[in-house]
């Protein structure tokens, strides 16, 4: 009776051991500030070349990015630029195209600061009042098409997106409606970029 009582003892503890231990197993989540992607950018009207890190919010309706921009002098012919991004875009739809492969139609806008020497957020007194608009900061609108692919073995990163663009500056597009010398087609750019995925 008494080997009897140890052995359902030593059960009942090895039961409530291992229901215990696949309680306690804890996934290991990363940090809300740590990016879900890091990206580079060429052209686009944010820069020459930008480079930057995004985020893929409210269930993945929205990547959200912070970006660096550079122009350098050779392509600005002034002095070189730097700019700094907010950039937006909105997955249309995702259209499955092959094993872990993704296309999807994609629509967005971006705010950008200069932050060089060649514009202004205010007026410079020497410009008498009205004279200019600030030129620092700049909004563009773009759409495009993505390409998403997910590593099945994944070592340094999880997935990757190529994406193409075609876009324009606000100024750019007010000067296509309201100039009669300035067409819609002069006013519009493409940009190429890669995101990677942690």
Partial sequence: MKIRKIFTVSILLLLFNNVYAQETVIVKEKS???????????A????????GAGYQLFDNVLYSELLYGFVPE??????NIHLITIKNTFPIYRKVIGENLTI?????????????????TTLPSFYPEGYYVPTA???TFFGGALVHKDFKK?????????????????????????????SVFDVFSTSVGVNFYL
């Fill in 137 to 139: 900061v700049h909004f």
């Fill in 74 to 79: 050779f392509a600005s012919k002034a002095d």
């Fill in 44 to 51: 686009g009207n944010i820069g020459l070349f930008s480079v």
């Fill in 104 to 120: 999807t139609p994609i629509a967005g806008f971006t705010t950008t600061l200069d932050i060089g020497t060649n514009s202004f």
């Fill in 32 to 42: 809300w500030y740590v990016p879900d992607y890091v990206k580079a950018q060429f």
């Fill in 154 to 182: 994944p070592k340094l990163f999880k997935g990757v997106d190529f994406y193409l663009e075609l876009g324009t500056v606000e100024t750019y597009l007010w000067y296509a409606i309201t100039a009669k010398d300035v």
